[in-house]
């Protein structure tokens, strides 16, 4: 028999009221159709989506970039819950298969036993919703969280309005929401001209296509059909500024480039709207893949950092599958829904199957990956949007929001302003002295300038920081490793994280260091042991 | 030949380990002229060193007058920032809590520094988030915190202005002896000649005295810490209590760890995971109990570091007897804030033998002569067994 210290996690992480054989997270295509697979298998599955997400929630950008343009119809949770009912049909489906749809719930953790720890008593998710937090056990795990916006700064983009295509396309389509007029859409490929679309259907005017690139880069008939709609796009342009009194863009200013993406003096228009919505691409959402962990790789044509999968969907985490948007999005999926549903049904079978369920069907064919034309495709294209608004706009512009980070801030590691810091040596640093050390490193350089340290929890500068940190280093965005993602992977409120009562123990034998007596003990009284009290500290709280 | 492509690519004093009692020994070294290169696994104060509380008040230590000493001088000493903050507020949420904030207290005053108690309005008016369940506190007028991140690079980048040399992602695999000194250090980007060796390499230096036939017991552990958003700044940002460590740093965000550790086995030189467990939700309770004011404010950030414990608790500083140019130095856990004064009192160990500000007579590595091999067995300090999940069933 092991002794026990008392002050040690062992025995104190109590597994979960309750824990199911199959999770599913994020109720998208991918995810609905992993989880009725499922449960049409005999497999109890819980399926777990965070819309509707709640307004404090909207208002820093998470889960996507909305851009501070919600009206106030978010804040009636009923109403948004019905509208994210009503919009996606396949939910009822998943619940007349069976399936424990629980919406409007956060996942902002993923914890397993690893190689740090070994105390867990199952593998777990922590959820959360705006009053409470719990955890699920779960046997299997279907990861199916879609994709997030990429956002690039410009001058001007900390005003109201500066929005993501995702955080767009659920406003306009999922909660109706949107508290915009007239919109600039930045980007012309698929995704730019779905967007545009999307806004017209509803209403919203759009007030331009802009594009860095020479061509449209989307389907030319689709793009005809919106300037046929009068949308004017423009070619071979960049965003120079936002303007607006009070906080709001009121206008934007484009100005046409040059082929190396450098402005052409003189060209400058400004354009009235209310709104600009990135639409360049999304990113995989791969944070609770990498809480897991598993193995990711960099795949440009994909969004960068996917989970490497197997035609079963199955990661490198044999109990964790992933499907849809988080595997990989490139433009293509957007006309090809039934892509995410066949990846879901694979991973549902999969992971009934290594339940015990009965072999299921053949497996269907799919293909995420269209042949690309090069391996770098997608980060050269937001390079060259990245080169363009540095031509147009500088280098005196917030790359983060949330702490105020200049791109010059950040390719010279200033430390932050508020330390009021100078020093002939700090002006000497910068990344790229810090190359001379070994690869720039996201994560080092976060801490450093704190680019990336904010509530949004690096959202909306994640990419256009690698991006800069690759110029900056002459390399490509694949040779920065991946930043890391931690818990909460939403930014939550203490009070509706913390759990509403504790095990004795943890609460008796909490102490704030090791508890050994003899750490902290005075040197010059040999033997005279501090000791952190624990059982007899009655907090007042807990009374 | 061998011995002088070693020695070409060497350096005086090697030190194995770019933690902060590494960089801040190569710091000293390198301002007092001295040839040192710092050999780093992975990048500089990666691990424990630059992910701890912050809090620079160990007054009990024989390091402890240095500390308070050296502090207010590092920025300028350094040439970079490293946000240090004088004095600490301790909050107590009962009696024994509040017994235990005077005990920190009167050891300092037994060493000359000044603090006083604080009833729950005086606490109050330094800390307007504290609640209606707070009895009292601590006023410390001395001791403080700084930011672990910021100090790591601030050493390393100051002991490269003065002539040093770090060498990042290079893993040390074998120590060369030869007539009982260690001459050259092995490593994952070649081999590096030295006259002095200095091993700090925090949970992986007893791996290292195995190497030199040393045994010295040593439980790695992780430990977790969460972090919040800004909150707007409080006078004195070093308020600390109900079981927590931590600090408001100058941005304003709450950051804070404390209760259970987990003892685990680090098996190898690798950059370990820096994993959370659901004790983030318990750490969250714990701060917003210690600052109810608080207690709706967002949660951005949790982080876990691995650190190493003797059996007392206490460091070893020591110079070897044999080999007797190897110094060790591990500060069981509680490394950061002593880090000015150990890194000076370690570059003193290479370069006169002694320590030349303190008796460091306590922290010797005979102390744990008589220490059995299953210490951490017989203490409760081993690592679960490895718990090997059920294989998943599938076929692909």
């Known amino acids: 028999m092991r002794e026990t210290d008392p002050r040690s996690i062992a025995g104190k992480l109590t597994p979960p009221d309750r824990r199911v054989p199959l999770v599913v997270v994020g109720a998208g295509a991918a995810g609905v159709a992993a989880a009725i697979e499922a449960a049409r298998a005999g497999v109890e599955v819980v399926l777990i989506d965070e819309h509707p997400v709640d307004n404090d929630m909207m208002a820093m950008d998470v889960p996507l970039c909305f851009g501070q343009r919600m009206d106030g119809s978010v804040r009636n949770r009923a109403l948004m819950l019905e509208r994210v009912v009503e919009t996606n049909p396949d939910l009822a489906a998943a619940h007349e298969a069976g399936v424990d749809v629980q919406l409007g719930t956060y996942v902002w953790g993923a914890f397993v036993n690893g190689p740090t720890v070994q105390e867990l008593p199952c593998s777990m998710l922590g959820l959360a919703d705006d009053r409470r937090s719990w955890l699920l056990g779960y046997d299997r795990l279907i990861v199916a969280a879609g994709a997030r916006d990429v956002l690039l700064g410009f001058p001007g983009w900390e005003r109201a309005g500066t929005l993501g295509a995702g955080g767009a396309a659920a406003l306009l389509a999922r909660y109706r929401a949107l508290a915009a007029r007239r919109v600039v859409v930045l980007g012309s490929g698929a995704l730019g001209l779905h967007t545009a679309s999307l806004a017209l259907e509803r209403g919203i005017e759009v007030a331009g296509i802009v594009e860095v690139d020479a061509r449209v880069r989307g389907d030319a008939a689709r793009a005809k059909t919106l300037t046929d709609r009068g949308v004017p796009v423009f070619l071979s342009h960049t965003l120079q500024s936002a303007r607006g009194r009070t906080g709001e863009i009121e206008s934007v200013v484009l100005v046409a480039v040059n082929r190396d993406g450098t402005p052409i003096a003189g060209s400058e228009r400004e354009i009235a709207c209310d709104a600009v919505c990135w639409a360049i691409g999304l990113v995989p959402n791969v944070e609770l893949l990498h809480l897991v962990g598993a193995r990711l790789r960099f795949v440009s044509q994909l969004g960068g950092w996917v989970p490497e999968v197997t035609a079963r969907m199955r990661t490198s985490v044999p109990t964790v599958f992933a499907a849809g948007d988080c595997t990989g999005f490139h433009e293509g999926m957007l006309a090809a829904p039934d892509v995410a549903r066949a990846e879901g049904r694979s991973a549902g079978r999969a992971a009934a199957e290594s339940l015990g369920a009965a072999r299921g069907r053949e497996d269907e064919t799919r293909r995420r990956v269209s042949a690309p034309p090069t391996a770098d495709e997608t980060h050269r294209y937001w390079r060259a949007w990245l080169d363009s608004l540095i031509a147009a706009g500088g280098w005196e512009v917030n790359v983060c929001q949330c702490e105020e980070v200049t791109r010059r801030e950040l390719v010279e590691t200033k430390p932050p302003r508020y330390l009021g810091w100078q020093s002939p040596q700090m002006s000497a640093r910068s990344v790229t002295t810090l190359l001379r050390d070994g690869p720039l490193n996201q994560d080092q350089i976060k801490r450093l300038t704190r680019a990336g340290m904010g509530p949004c929890q690096s959202r909306r500068c994640r990419e256009q920081v690698g991006l800069l940190l690759a110029r900056a280093a002459n390399t490509t965005l694949d040779r920065i490793p991946l930043p890391t993602f931690r818990p909460p992977i939403r930014p939550l409120p203490l009070n509706v994280l913390w759990p509403a009562d504790e095990p004795a123990a943890m609460r008796e034998e909490w102490v704030s260091w090791f508890g050994i007596p003899t750490q902290f003990s005075p040197h010059w009284t040999a033997g005279m042991a501090i000791d952190e009290p624990t059982a007899h500290a009655r907090l007042i709280v807990s009374e | ?396």
Request: charged share 20%; glycine share 14%; aromatic share 6%.
């Open chain 2, 1 to 396: 030949m061998m011995a002088d492509m070693a020695r070409a690519s060497g350096a005086s004093v090697v030190i194995v380990g770019g933690g902060v009692t590494g960089l801040s020994t190569g710091w000293w070294l390198a301002r007092a002229g001295v040839d040192v290169l710092v050999l780093e696994k992975g990048i500089v104060g990666w691990e424990a060193s630059g992910r701890n509380g912050g809090g620079a008040t160990h007054v009990y230590s024989p390091f402890g007058l240095e500390e308070q000493r050296l502090w207010p001088q590092m920025d300028e000493l350094l040439g970079y920032p490293t946000e240090y903050q004088p004095h600490r507020i301790g909050i107590a949420l009962s009696e024994t809590q509040l017994a235990l904030a005077r005990r920190w207290a009167e050891i300092g005053g037994t060493r000359g520094f000044r603090w006083e108690l604080l009833d729950r309005r005086q606490l109050k008016e330094l800390v307007p988030i504290v609640g209606d369940n707070a009895i009292g506190g601590t006023y410390l007028h001395f001791g403080g915190h700084a930011n672990p991140q910021r100090t790591v690079q601030a050493y390393a980048w100051g002991l490269q202005d003065n002539g040093g040399r770090i060498q990042q992602h290079a893993t040390v695999t074998g120590l060369t002896q030869r007539g009982g000194r260690v001459t050259a250090v092995q490593t994952t980007r070649g081999t590096f000649g030295a006259d002095t060796v200095v091993i700090a390499a925090g949970p992986q230096t007893g791996a290292f005295a195995d190497m030199l036939g040393i045994c010295l017991p040593l439980a790695p552990a992780r430990v977790e810490m969460i972090a919040t958003e800004p909150i707007p700044l409080m006078r004195v940002g070093g308020v600390a209590g109900n079981g927590l460590y931590g600090r408001q740093t100058l941005r304003g965000n709450l950051v804070y760890g404390g209760g259970p550790h987990e003892w685990i086995n680090v098996p190898d030189m690798a950059t370990p995971e820096h994993a959370n467990t659901p004790l983030v939700r318990n750490l969250a309770r714990r701060l917003a109990e210690l600052l109810p004011g608080a207690a709706h404010v967002r949660l951005i950030r949790a982080w876990s570091g691995l650190v190493e414990n003797t059996p007392d608790g206490l460091p070893v500083v020591e110079r070897l007897a044999r080999p007797d140019n190897v110094v060790i130095a591990t500060m069981s856990s509680v490394g950061f804030g002593l880090s000015p004064a150990v890194g000076r009192a370690v570059s003193e160990l290479v370069r006169f033998g002694r320590c030349q500000f303190a008796d460091l007579g306590a922290l010797a590595l005979g102390r744990f002569a008589d220490t059995p091999r299953d210490w951490r067995e017989h203490a409760g300090w081993a690592a679960a067994p490895s718990a090997v999940e059920a294989a998943a069933g599938g076929d692909d």
